[in-house]
């Protein structure tokens, strides 16, 4: 299975950092926030991983080159301007081929066991086009994102409390079938209709997970992985 790590966001919360630096080279720990994806891609089996970016691209690629350091292969898929994360998907497609395929954001940090997600996916055209990973509200997201029920997304208009979207998931390149390539696109709504025809599935993650969506949250997330080594 291929990988996808979505870095092409601007990063308008991390001003004046993002600037002159692609959020996903921001360093936590020691390391940019995107090379603790490739090594955590890499060490779950994940060989072969597209990157899409936008702002500030080229950066990205002098930093990251072909892979080979990594034990990988990444390929690049550049955006004049970032399509937001269903579109950044689509256009990424002819790189990420027809079977189904992993998408991280670029912008948490998850200690998931990304190989046991992927052994416990079932996404195929006919059954389910995604499986996602669901975690605890954060503070800063309270009210959370969709219903697990017995392995299940349900409508969220259910009165069950809802989780929050982890921004890691498995999908099938059909659930992009209805956009062109280079729109822009949010992944939300093809999500919900999805859930609509009773077609994802999903999973709960209790350890660790960060939106370093903010400064505050990238000093936050140096701290933790500085005690953790």
Request: net charge negative; hydrophobic share 40%.
């Amino acid at each position: 299975m291929k990988a996808m790590i979505l870095a092409a966001g601007r990063g308008e919360r991390m001003r004046p950092l993002t600037d002159t630096c692609p959020k996903p080279l921001l360093e936590a720990g020691g390391k940019p926030l995107i090379v603790w994806h490739i090594e955590r891609l890499r060490a779950a089996g994940y060989t072969d991983i597209v990157i899409n970016h936008a702002h500030l691209g080229d950066l990205i690629e002098q930093a990251l080159g072909d892979g080979s350091r990594y034990g990988a292969r990444i390929r690049y898929s550049h955006e004049q301007e970032a399509l937001e994360t269903a579109g950044g998907i689509r256009a990424a497609l002819p790189l990420l081929g027809d079977a189904p395929f992993l998408v991280v954001n670029g912008d948490i940090h998850c200690d998931a066991d990304l190989a046991a997600f992927r052994q416990a996916t079932r996404v195929d055209a006919d059954g389910d086009l995604a499986h996602l990973l669901l975690v605890p509200n954060p503070e800063h997201h309270p009210d959370g994102d969709f219903v697990l029920e017995q392995g299940r997304i349900i409508d969220s208009a259910s009165d069950a409390p809802k989780l929050t979207f982890s921004g890691i998931g498995v999908y099938h390149p059909a659930l992009f079938a209805g956009l062109a390539s280079g729109e822009k696109a949010r992944l939300a709504p093809l999500l919900r209709a999805a859930i609509a025809d009773q077609r994802v599935s999903g999973a709960l993650h209790d350890g660790y997970w960060l939106d370093v969506g903010t400064p505050q949250r990238l000093a936050e997330l140096d701290r933790h992985l500085r005690t953790q080594h």
